[in-house]
């Protein structure tokens, strides 16, 4: 240094270096000064998720339910079946093996939010119920006992005007299903006079067909048909008299996965760090090893693979992976829990997943807003042949915490 | 080192006492110059500096100091340009955050003063004067345990605290009056001189600062893989025209006093001094208090940026506060044991203040080649940054003294991390 120079820093040493002798010539020389404390790696860990994704939270609460035995499940308003067989028989004093088939809408496509799956919808778009359960009750207000012969409940197509076809069409996507309402063993129901009766039937297939096509948006209709008979001697059925089934589905969520799993997409608008753009630059210069770190307790009865994409703004639904700007981290693993055969969670499994970001990854984390993308597969367990029973309670615990490394003071 | 030097100086100074007494004649130049101007001046405060004079007359005085442990003028100038250029950047504040040293924080202090003095002897024993100075004093202090968090991260620790982090300012204005009182020579013609002092400042406050954590220890932030929180609560004092410059006078006030005790030894070429300064307290009324708080338990970053967001000190009452001026005690030793050099050794120690500056030992060697033209260079120790150099000069005559000195502290000119600066012109009748 000159001499000049270093009397100038001296006499203006009063006024804290205003002078233009201690200031550098550039950019990179006032840096180099500032970093004159030597080189360090400042480690920064922050949380960045701490979260319990229970499936519970991923469904529409409105329709979710717990079955008696713990299971979780969805089920749809109670709809009845009513059939007036006072008006078709009014003052008969002997019915006898009178057949009636008795059609009744229940549930269209108008009425999707009715069984609304919430954020597993593509889910159980790719999945087949094992459980799913029509809870019955029958109600005859007539005076004399009624016998329901061969009756079934089925899915039928509503036409473009919303008309049911007569006779229904029961399948139209392949064979018919149709589920019998009737007590075990026999191919009837009896319902006394002026009393109900209730019980729950297995009818997963029929579920199975109603939820596809509900998904894809067919208009459908839950119908019943059979004979409407009566084994008392005497009897009086007024005008008023009906035979009412009230069905309650509940599809138990208890899936059988495909092998190659359940793929489904989740898009999340999060706010970033706020960093200003003309910051970024220079932290991705100093960075010096950024990682993501996720310990995930797994209590489903299920694995999942996980990639995630970041894209600079806010895309709301649009597809982040295909974002020409997005950056995308794949491989992300959360191994299968301790599923037994009948694919219920034995015990949780804990794992780690560590994520190594590179300069532009972090860019995306450190502007101001950013959506995040996850694509998430969902893979059964092979102990239970890919099948999963959902638990009331069952969860994920998540918890991410980002490590950050900077390179700071000389050298840079 | 430090210690070693010390040791020396101070024994050279007994040993060129000790050898004056034995060898410098009566009337040698080392007896000829005014022993008003055998005080050496200092950078810190003074009130009996202007006292010194042989005459009536005028001394107009301006000078300040200020330190601190981490940034040197080329830093400060690094830190200019950059925000000049609007380049300036987070990592470059982490970069400058690296100069702080580990487990000691951010410290910085100053007082500065500026005023003019009139005064002169009556009769043969005593020197009065009177004194308008404005004064300002300020410090600060940030607590390793707040820096470490941006400077080091937390990967190693979790928990940082404000700690004893806090800041303090005072604009003053004072008026005050002073005395000394010389006996002597006791014993002999060459006895001792004894020279005691004592005046009275009346301080008026313009402006005051200050910040501190209400919660002991500095309260907590806790920032781990899991979750952040914090329990902060920040409150701060400042009078209503600090931020705005609407200064106002009417502030409160108060009486400290000033004392001094010196033996010379003039024949001889031996002084010991003690002063005290700056005894007493001030009041400043209608401070305002504010107060800010950040109670946090998030897992969430961006819920930190939203609490930081909406953090504003929000105005509690309007108050009357007592202030404890930097008091300093002040021990010197002086020797000129020939007709040029003169040594002095000065320890100033701080006791019980607000505004507290470290404690530091100048020792400074006058040349007087020319006995008018004392020309000064001096080392001091202690402080926040170790080693400084001084140097100075002055004329001082009968009808006038003009001084300037200055002082680089904890490195030479722009490596240093301190400046002090001293100017005095007197004019006398």
Known sequence: MHKSTLTICFVTAASIAGSSGCEPASISEARDQLGRGGERIAEYVLPVARDTFDVESLLDSAVVTVTSDSLLGIKLDSRSLVYGVGFFAPFVSFLDSIPIVAFQEMVQNEDLDQLDFGDIEDVVRQVDFNDARLRLNVTNTGDIAAVLVDFTLGVAELDASGQLALPPVYQPLGTPILVPVSEPGSNSLRVAANSDTSFTIQGSALVNLLVDMILDERRTALVGAGIITTDSPTGQIEASDVISVETELVAVLDFTLPDTGVVFTKNTTRDGLGVDSVEVPLLLERLQRADVITDVLNNLPFGVDLDIAFAPGDLGDGDVFANPNAVIISGIEVDTSVVNPAGQLVSGQSSTALVTLVGNEVSALLRDTFTAGVRVRVLGASTSGRRGVVRVGAAALLQSEARIQLRLGASQ | ?429
């Open chain 2, 1 to 429: 080192m430090k210690r070693r030097i010390v040791v020396g100086l101070v024994a050279a100074v007994l040993a060129a006492s000790g050898l004056r007494a034995q060898t410098v004649p009566e009337g040698s130049q080392a007896a000829a110059v005014e022993p008003g101007y055998r005080r050496t001046p200092v950078f810190r405060i003074d009130p009996f500096n202007n006292l010194r004079i042989p005459h009536w007359g005028f001394v107009f005085s301006v000078g300040g100091t200020a330190a601190n442990n981490a940034v040197n003028l080329k830093d400060f100038g690094a830190l200019i340009f950059l925000s000049d250029e609007d380049s300036l950047r987070w990592v470059d504040g982490l970069d400058a955050l690296g100069l702080v040293p580990q487990g000691s924080g951010l410290d910085g202090n100053g007082e500065g003063q500026a005023g003019v003095y009139v005064g002169g002897p009556i009769g043969r024993r005593l020197h009065l004067g009177l004194s308008l100075m404005g004064r300002s004093y300020g410090a600060l202090s940030l607590d390793d345990d707040a820096v470490v968090l941006l400077r080091d991260g937390n990967a190693s620790r979790e928990e940082f605290t404000l700690g004893d982090s806090n800041g303090e300012g005072l604009a003053s204005g004072e008026a005050g009056i002073h005395g000394l009182y010389r006996l002597g020579p006791l014993g002999s013609v060459d006895g001792v001189h004894i020279i005691l002092g004592a005046g009275a400042r009346y301080i008026r406050p313009v402006l005051y600062g200050s910040a501190h954590s209400v919660i002991s220890n500095g309260g907590f932030v806790r920032v781990n893989g899991d979750s952040i929180s914090a329990s902060i609560e920040i409150e701060t004092y400042q009078t209503p025209g600090l931020l705005d410059g609407d200064v106002k006078l009417n502030q409160g006030g108060g009486i400290i006093g000033d004392f001094l005790a010196r033996a010379e030894w003039p024949t001889s070429g031996f002084a010991l001094e003690a002063m005290l300064a700056n005894v007493g307290a001030v009041s400043v009324a209608g401070v305002e208090r504010r107060s800010a708080s950040v109670s946090l338990e998030t897992t969430d970053l961006n819920e930190v940026g939203d609490v930081l967001d909406t953090l504003e000190l929000a105005l509690q009452d309007t108050t009357n506060i007592t202030i404890t001026l930097p008091r300093i005690a002040r021990f010197a030793a002086s020797a000129w044991a020939n007709r040029i050099l003169q040594l002095d050794l000065i320890a100033t120690f701080p006791f019980g203040s607000e505004f507290d500056l470290p404690a530091t030992v100048d020792v400074w060697s006058s040349w007087r080649f020319i006995p008018t033209v004392p020309i000064r260079a001096g080392l001091v120790f202690g402080g926040h940054q170790g080693v400084g150099f001084s140097a100075g000069l002055g004329v001082e005559t009968r009808n006038f003294f003009f001084g300037v000195a200055g002082r680089s502290l904890g490195g030479l000119f722009s490596n240093a991390t301190g400046a002090s600066a001293r100017l005095d012109l007197g004019v006398f009748f």
